[in-house]
């Protein structure tokens, strides 16, 4: 599968790491990259955060060195801020800026942000606009198929974001209301790549080298992102990498291996987040690379009783090299 050109960056291969709050992290993001990711895109940063001008918010736009491409993910409704937002994204090394008009979350669409703007495409081109014009780079677009199953108007949308200037367009095969219930629809997507002739990336319950291969067949996408399915399990990366490349699959990771993967992770979230926070969030990392391992239930259920970092490693130190 080739990949394609974005700006001055080549996407190759066309494999995307997809932004999620509270995971894909710098320190998460540096262990998926080696596994054969075209690009990388942050977490969501609301345009409002930006203005405020938390620490916080500038830990989550930082990229490594050799984050690149990368994309600094941004979400508003007000197209002032949100040009603020963008201006501030590519002053911290953005190669790309990506506006994040799919997030279903209460909080953020009650400030008509996220997908509740896929209801009032007059406000999409407002702020695609606004964004376009601000910034000397590409500006991508992620979205849903629509608000809900009677009003997907993802062909609409896309027709907008290529005529406002979008480089790139992100498909989550899902409506706003189906939240993250059901099956992503792949066909919708299609109905995107259909619309468009910018490259449009699917998304959706891809969990492996079949369902990415299965995802591209039914909507003609140009490439694939992939989100849930890497939770403690960022190898799986690797495989869809290689089948995109037409290579043989790469065998999982072996014990060793797996705990190296496991270790790095907690020592870079111990170094980016300060230990109180990475202490918090390494419970759900260590759940998800347990899982379906050996005795996995009693371990994560004696994990989560621990609070102190070096007990923390060790412990799971104990578990990742002991197991077979
Ligand atoms: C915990 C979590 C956080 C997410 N945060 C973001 C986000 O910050 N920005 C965004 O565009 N999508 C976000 N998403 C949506 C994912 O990028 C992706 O579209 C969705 O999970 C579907 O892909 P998947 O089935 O491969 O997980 C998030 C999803 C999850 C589960």
Redesign the pocket.
């Known amino acids: 599968m080739p990949g394609f050109s974005l700006g001055r960056h080549r996407i190759d291969p066309p494999l995307l790491l ?6 894909t992290d710098r320190p998460f993001r540096r262990i998926c990259r080696r596994f054969g990711i075209g690009m990388t895109v942050t ?2 940063i609301a345009s409002r955060a930006v203005e405020q001008g938390r620490e916080r918010t500038e830990r989550m736009a930082e990229l490594d060195a050799d984050e690149h491409p990368a994309a600094i ?1 941004i979400a508003g409704a007000e197209p002032r801020f949100v040009m603020d937002a963008a201006r501030w994204a590519v002053a911290h090394g953005a190669d790309m800026v990506d506006i ?1 008009m ?2 279903p979350v209460k909080k953020v669409c009650k400030q008509v942000a996220g997908s509740a703007l896929l209801r009032d495409e007059l406000a999409v081109a407002r702020i695609l606009r606004a964004v376009v014009q601000a910034v000397d780079v590409p500006v991508t677009l ?1 979205i849903r198929t629509g608000w809900d199953e009677k009003s997907k108007n993802v062909a609409r949308i896309a027709r907008i974001a290529e005529e406002e200037g979008i480089r790139m367009l992100t498909v ?1 095969g899902r409506t706003r209301s189906q939240m ?1 219930h059901g099956h ?1 629809n792949w066909e919708d997507i299609g109905l995107a790549k259909q619309a468009v002739s910018i490259p449009v990336i699917g ?4 969990v492996d080298a079949a369902s990415a291969l299965d995802l591209l067949r039914l909507s003609g996408c140009d490439g694939v ?5 890497v939770q403690g399990n960022p190898w799986v990366l690797a495989e869809i990498s290689a089948v995109l490349q037409g290579q043989p699959q790469p065998p999982p990771p072996t014990r060793q291996q797996r705990w190296r993967i496991v270790e790095e992770h907690m020592q870079a979230l111990h170094a980016h987040h300060g230990e109180r926070r990475a202490s918090q969030m390494i419970r759900k990392h260590v759940a998800w690379y347990s899982k379906g391992l050996p005795a996995s239930a009693e371990f994560r259920a004696a994990f989560n009783r621990i609070h102190e970092w070096s007990q923390q490693m060790a412990a799971a130190r104990q578990y990742f090299v002991g197991i077979d």
Request: with cysteine; net charge neutral; aromatic share 4%.
């Open positions: 997809a932004p999620m709050a509270g995971i977490e969501m993910q994040n799919g997030c992620k989550h993250f992503a998304n959706g319950d891809v992102m992939v989100g849930r399915a």
